[in-house]
């Protein structure tokens, strides 16, 4: 196991063969292959298993209420555009409390990175269907099996004309922190929706099932092109991995619109706090 900056001894109170030990070292890794400065990064996250993640790094991080990481990093971004925000939970965490957040998130486009332990369970809360559940999937709660399509938030994410969307499955390791690189290096809202397993609380969605039921993304594919991305993120079994999109053309983020960075683009933490200050964050 490589050693980084960015390692933290800590009690890590997840069930043995998680897949959030493994997403939680290639974090780790990637972070340091980029040489990004552990001062310099702040994460943001909810309630749940993959929210207590930013606990187990060394460096910044704001854990707050469930389903509300993505208006803290957010208000993050905007209070320090220099700094590197990411954004983390689970796809309970993300997609159903916080699902209304994700759509407004993508719609203001703030330059943050969200990575999302989609593993289709709630697990914190021991095994109730989450958003990502399949069709059938049977749990203590959903006794005849869930009766719903799952949510796609691939497809939402693009249809809301997201500028990054990926996916990766921790199994992969180089493709996985391949991917986090290229969404921390992307300017711009970047999603990163990530099959990491729960092995205590869902047996169908294992790390065998993950193998079997992905591919990996050709280089031939135009990850530029939104039509081709929108029909990769609609195919059902297998899934496809890798960058599905990167809009090539800028789009202009939260912070270069903002009124509160029209005229002065000092942070506003360096700032005198002035009301009318408060008033622009606000708006």
């Not at 980029?34 to 993640?53: E, R, Y």
């Amino acid at each position: 196991m490589k050693q980084t900056r960015y390692d933290f001894s800590s009690d890590i109170a997840w069930c043995p063969g998680c897949g959030n030990f493994i997403l939680l070292q290639l974090l780790k890794e990637s972070l340091e292959e980029l040489d990004l400065d552990p001062k310099n990064l702040v994460f943001s996250s909810g309630i749940g298993q993959a929210a207590k993640m930013p606990q187990y790094v060394n460096t910044s991080f704001f854990n707050g209420l469930h389903g509300r990481a993505l208006p803290v990093a957010t208000a993050v971004k905007l209070a320090n555009p220099e700094l590197l925000v990411i954004a983390e939970g689970g796809d309970g965490d993300m997609y159903g409390e916080g699902g209304n957040h994700f759509l407004h998130t993508i719609r203001r486009n703030p330059n943050i990175v969200h990575l999302v332990h989609n593993n289709m369970v709630y697990g914190l809360t021991q095994g109730q269907a989450s958003p990502t559940s399949g069709k059938g999937f049977v749990t203590p709660i959903q006794t005849e099996g869930v009766i719903l399509e799952p949510f796609n938030p691939l497809a939402v994410a693009l249809s809301l004309d997201a500028p990054f969307v990926a996916r990766t499955f921790v199994g992969n390791s180089e493709l996985t922190k391949q991917v986090i690189k290229e969404a921390i290096a992307y300017n711009g809202y970047a999603l990163v929706d990530i099959f990491d397993p729960c092995v205590s609380f869902n047996k169908i969605n294992t790390y065998g099932w993950y193998k079997q039921n992905t591919y990996v993304l050709d280089e031939h594919y135009d990850k530029t092109d939104k039509a081709s991305a929108m029909a990769k993120a609609m195919e059902d079994v297998p899934f496809p991995l890798g960058v599905l999109y990167a809009k090539k053309e800028h789009k202009p983020t939260l912070e270069e619109q903002h009124p509160l960075y029209q005229q002065d683009r000092t942070p506003l933490y360096r700032r005198s706090r002035t009301t009318a200050d408060l008033e622009q964050l606000l708006q």
